[in-house]
């Protein structure tokens, strides 16, 4: 089944095929991405591949400067005829949810999805209302434009799982995606080739994935050192512990494994770590490169014997 997924995202969107297997490590793990680059790079594409190839209810909300928390979560309105106040369901009521470019909205619109994020509910006047399940972020922005965008705060970047970059296609990937693109192949093409329950299947079969003591403390070496380091401001919190086991067990998953390796780990921890570990001035200035200083950070810690 995850292969057939795997195989329809990248008949539509090609020549990044690591890029869709860290997107499906996420789903799989019950986490959100973050996809940041230039504009252009089918961040969106990638997002509507993946929720077409998936029999699941689709929103999509494109964020501006005026959009507002309700227009996400929903409001409660008057109903005049029973003299009571109905709950009117926002965009957030997906199974897969494309937030596009949501660093152009205030942080006051930013913080609606906070609660979704972690706990899978949203609050409104008052009452919680459960999400459907399975629930799914898939954020865009543009890292090159500062004007007229708010930078996302780290509460909200500590609840995507993973951070990712599209980067630009090789050539023989580019060309094929100009031949698609001239043989009228598009996202609305795309067709479904699992479901929902297939996926909270699948997504069981990951929690079932054996993960040892000694390799759990070696994952907790590695968040220890990230704390240590001096040229992060903020080491990973407890959370990026927690993602980076989850996405240590899909990967396994995805290999065909019930047991997580250390090569799982290291697979997954650049884009795991990238976005919560902020670099100081002095470091920028240098020049050091985030990633750079995570794969560093692995070379540190011992791994495990078992």
Known sequence: MIRKLRDNINQTFVGKEEVVENVLVCLLAGGHVLLEDVPGAGKTTLAKTLAKSIACSFGRIQFTPDTLPSDVTGLSVYNMKTGEFEYREGVIMHEILLADEINRTS????????????EGTVTVDGKIYPLPSPFIVLATQNPVEFLGTFPLPEAQLDRFMMRLTIGYPEEAGE????RNYLNGVDTDKVVSVCTAEDIIEMRKAVSAVHVSDALLA????????????KRFVLGASPRAFLHLLSTSRAKAYLEGRDFVKPDDVKAVSANTLHHRLQLTPEARLQKEDTDQVIRDLLYRVILPLE
Request: charged share 30%; glycine share 4%; aromatic share 4%.
């Open 175 to 178: 060309l094929r995606m100009a």
């Open 107 to 118: 942080p006051k619109t930013q913080a609606s999805l906070l609660e979704a994020m972690a």
């Open 218 to 229: 070696y994952v907790r070496g590695i968040i220890a050192e990230t704390r240590k380091e």
